[in-house]
């Protein structure tokens, strides 16, 4: 093969990549939301997430963690936590106060340090869901851990987390006066990597209420029927029928 032709092929093999994943702040490589559902497209410089109004929390947050971030540290935890500047009516972080629930991230904040605007914006509120501390700083705090372990061994993983609302609108909880804001039954977090040219693909879910560290995994597929969000959709029809209907734990097992 000619030099000439290596360097089109090369650049025919990163622009279908691209399409694929074009950037962490492409929406559409995450999760695209069900019309029943309220969402506003929110794009922030290191992640993405869709926003429901009349919950007052994100439906998914959404970004692609790569192996240079994770090894650049070289921006503190802010703990500033901030209204979103692109929302309307977006909860302050008063609507917490005293009620018995953390400020959870969907995008850590620890995935954030290589760069001081993408700080900035993971502590805003429509990153936030409420979450009982023991879940926040607990089994969601060590599998945010694991998540980076991944980043480091797979040179990049994408990423989507968010929470599940409960159905039966007599048994909701919320918190907040000004705002109301719901508080989840469970939280998801969505893996997918790509290991030699496959991808595999995972789905955590996170009981909010729970007396001990669990957590049980699940396909793609039967969190999609649980949420109604289609994820990474943006992979082709014949990849993303295959990850998203079976678990490969050989790739998330040493986590």
Same mark, same amino acid.
């Given at each position: 093969?000619?030099?000439?032709?290596?360097?089109?092929?090369?650049?025919?093999?990163?622009?279908?990549?691209?399409?694929?994943?074009?950037?962490?702040?492409?929406?559409?490589?995450?999760?695209?939301?069900?019309?029943?559902?309220?969402?506003?497209?929110?794009?922030?410089?290191?992640?993405?997430?869709?926003?429901?109004?009349?919950?007052?929390?994100?439906?998914?947050?959404?970004?692609?963690?790569?192996?240079?971030?994770? #090894?650049? $540290? +070289?921006? =503190?935890?802010?703990?500033?936590?901030?209204?979103?500047?692109?929302? !309307? &009516?977006?909860?302050?972080?008063?609507?917490?106060?005293?009620?018995?629930?953390?400020?959870?991230?969907?995008?850590?904040?620890?995935?954030?340090?290589?760069?001081?605007?993408?700080?900035?914006?993971?502590?805003?509120?429509?990153?936030?869901?409420?979450?009982?501390?023991?879940?926040?700083?607990?089994?969601?705090?060590?599998? #945010?851990? $694991? +998540?980076? =372990?991944?980043?480091?061994?797979?040179?990049?993983?994408?990423?989507? !987390? &968010?929470?599940?609302?409960?159905?039966?609108?007599?048994?909701?909880?919320?918190?907040?006066?000004?705002?109301?804001?719901?508080?989840?039954?469970?939280?998801?977090?969505?893996?997918?990597?790509?290991?030699?040219?496959?991808?595999?693909?995972?789905?955590?879910?996170?009981?909010?209420?729970?007396?001990?560290?669990?957590?049980?995994?699940?396909?793609?597929?039967?969190?999609?029927?649980?949420?109604?969000?289609?994820?990474?959709?943006?992979?082709?029809?014949?990849?993303?029928?295959?990850?998203?209907?079976?678990?490969?734990?050989?790739?998330?097992?040493?986590?």
């Amino acid at each position: 093969m000619s030099i000439g032709h290596f360097s089109l092929s090369f650049l025919l093999l990163n622009l279908i990549i691209q399409s694929l994943f074009a950037s962490s702040s492409d929406s559409l490589s995450f999760a695209r939301t069900p019309d029943s559902v309220k969402s506003l497209i929110i794009e922030h410089m290191a992640y993405t997430l869709s926003w429901n109004s009349e919950f007052n929390v994100p439906n998914w947050v959404g970004y692609c963690l790569t192996r240079n971030e994770v #090894e650049t $540290k +070289v921006i =503190e935890r802010s703990n500033k936590f901030r209204i979103d500047p692109k929302v !309307a &009516g977006c909860p302050s972080s008063d609507e917490y106060k005293k009620s018995g629930y953390d400020r959870g991230h969907m995008a850590p904040s620890a995935d954030m340090r290589w760069d001081s605007v993408a700080m900035r914006e993971c502590f805003y509120m429509t990153n936030m869901c409420p979450q009982r501390h023991k879940l926040n700083a607990g089994i969601w705090k060590k599998y #945010e851990d $694991k +998540v980076r =372990e991944l980043a480091l061994r797979y040179d990049s993983i994408y990423i989507c !987390a &968010g929470p599940i609302i409960n159905k039966d609108v007599s048994k909701r909880k919320y918190i907040g006066s000004k705002c109301k804001v719901v508080v989840p039954t469970e939280f998801f977090k969505v893996l997918l990597v790509n290991n030699d040219g496959v991808w595999y693909a995972i789905a955590y879910i996170f009981p909010a209420e729970y007396e001990d560290e669990s957590m049980h995994i699940e396909t793609i597929d039967f969190l999609e029927y649980m949420t109604g969000i289609d994820f990474f959709y943006n992979l082709p029809d014949d990849v993303e029928t295959e990850v998203e209907s079976c678990v490969k734990l050989e790739i998330f097992s040493e986590i």
